[in-house]
């Protein structure tokens, strides 16, 4: 076997597989019998399974990787927290976590995370720990909530971010790529 034929052998794809919910319509026997027993409605469940993407995860892009970009909004200054809409966290995020934390994460729990933010490229900070998490909201949207990077970047309404998540080293990497008040931007 050739050099170049081994090294192609040990470089292993990444694990992607989508999450999506599978909802119960049809109740079984038993649990007709006890919806009748109880004299309640049969009430539709849903679960997060994985499932095999007939397409392939969604490629980053090393030039401009940025796959969630968000327009700050008072809200988000106010809860000083990003809005992920749930489309992006099914596709650009949970397909890189396993089953078990997609499951903590969709069922309410907060999920702590690190987020390094790259807007200065010769000086990345490190944002972790208990108060850096991402959650769940009534609509079934997300949040990521980093109260240090809003204060830090002096981030205000209509800014605009880039956001990705780097499954290679289970990151979120994050970047302010418009600054409202200083009309800067970083591309």
């Not at 679960?47 to 970009?69: A, F, G, H, S, T």
């Not at 204060?151 to 990705?164: Q, T």
Request: hydrophobic fraction near 40%; include cysteine.
């Amino acid at each position: 076997m050739g050099e170049r034929e081994c090294s192609v052998l040990l470089v292993k794809p990444l694990l992607s597989l989508k999450k999506t919910f599978f909802y119960n319509f049809f109740p079984s026997k038993e649990e007709k019998e006890a919806c009748k027993l109880n004299n309640t409605p049969y009430i539709v469940t849903r679960e997060l399974i994985e499932i095999r993407d007939i397409y392939p995860p969604p490629k980053i892009d090393l030039e401009n990787p940025w796959q969630i970009k968000i327009k700050i909004t008072s809200y988000e200054v106010e809860e000083r927290a990003l809005l992920i809409p749930y489309i992006e966290t099914f596709e650009y995020i949970l397909r890189y976590w396993t089953l078990d934390m997609a499951k903590i994460l969709v069922s309410g729990c907060r999920v702590c995370v690190q987020v390094w933010d790259v807007t200065t490229d010769n000086a990345p900070k490190k944002y972790e720990g208990e108060r850096v998490y991402l959650w769940k909201l009534c609509n079934d949207d997300y949040a990521l909530s980093c109260i240090e990077l809003f204060n830090n970047n002096r981030l205000g309404v209509g800014d605009e971010i880039g956001l990705f998540w780097d499954p290679r080293s289970s990151n979120f990497m994050f970047k302010l790529l418009y600054n409202q008040r200083m009309r800067l931007i970083h591309l």
